[in-house]
């Protein structure tokens, strides 16, 4: 019995997998594209004038915010693309009707949104190292943040998905929560060159400490303890994991 659920789940994973893949031009290469447009734009115009942290030039700074801000966005439009399409469709039906859990359907969808924002955000480390000389000061750090930060808007997306009824309330949730909170979150600048009014505003978003640790992983410095931030994200995930789980058990906006 254990094993027959289990490939209702991997077949769930593998299906949620494969669509993003499929159009791998469109979900991958695009944000990549996207992100090292921001960087070439950026690095011309800032770098010769802005360092950070002392001695770290601004095209190094930026390229680790840039790659978590990228996996962030895309590891939401996963789940909550996904969840929405299968919706409007009516084919949501298919996926509710095997014997899976409500666990198990959360951690496929999760799973699939981790793996949709790494892939973008190795792309974009990639596609960044011939402009910068990036040290890798904390790998585990770096893998931490990754992960729960793709975990964390994963969760989000599919809050997202299932809430909205159509494609227009699913987009006024990504471009006036999700967007303002990542561009606001310390993507383009150190929190310690903001007034001290957005220096105790930024310590209310919860994508300001993703960023921020992430960044610790790479040049072992950054605005606020990487504890700290780690407890933030940490405790931000466990939050949104119980609601998401909440909302799948009651089956709210999914089973009539």
Do not use: C
């Not at 496929?108 to 960044?128: D, E, H, K, N």
């Not at 599919?158 to 310390?186: H, Y």
């Amino acid at each position: 019995m254990r094993e027959a659920r289990l490939v209702g789940f991997r077949t769930l994973l593998y299906k949620e997998v494969l669509r993003f893949w499929k159009v791998s031009f469109q979900t991958v290469a695009a944000p990549v594209l996207n992100a090292v447009l921001f960087l070439l734009i950026f690095s011309h115009v800032l770098d010769r004038h802005v360092t950070v942290y002392g001695d770290i030039a601004y095209t190094t700074f930026l390229v680790p915010g840039l790659i978590m801000m990228s996996l962030l966005q895309n590891a939401f439009a996963n789940s909550s693309s996904s969840l929405i399409q299968s919706k409007i469709t009516g084919n949501i039906i298919f996926v509710l009707l095997p014997p899976l859990s409500y666990r198990e359907f959360y951690a496929a969808y999760v799973i699939a949104s981790v793996a949709r924002g790494l892939f973008v955000g190795v792309g974009v480390l990639l596609v960044s190292l011939p402009f910068v000389d990036l040290p890798f000061a904390h790998p585990l750090w770096i893998l931490a943040f990754a992960l729960m930060g793709g975990a964390i808007l994963g969760s989000l997306g599919m809050i997202a998905g299932i809430w909205a009824d159509k494609f227009d309330q699913l987009a006024a949730f990504q471009n006036f929560l999700i967007l303002p909170l990542t561009m606001l979150s310390g993507v383009f600048y150190s929190l310690h060159s903001l007034p001290q009014l957005w220096q105790d505003i930024s310590h209310v978003n919860p994508f300001f400490f993703m960023i921020d640790g992430f960044r610790y992983g790479f040049f072992g410095q950054s605005d606020v303890s990487p504890w700290l931030s780690l407890a933030v994200v940490g405790v931000s995930l466990l939050l949104l994991a119980a609601l998401t789980l909440a909302m799948l058990a009651r089956g709210y906006k999914l089973r009539a």
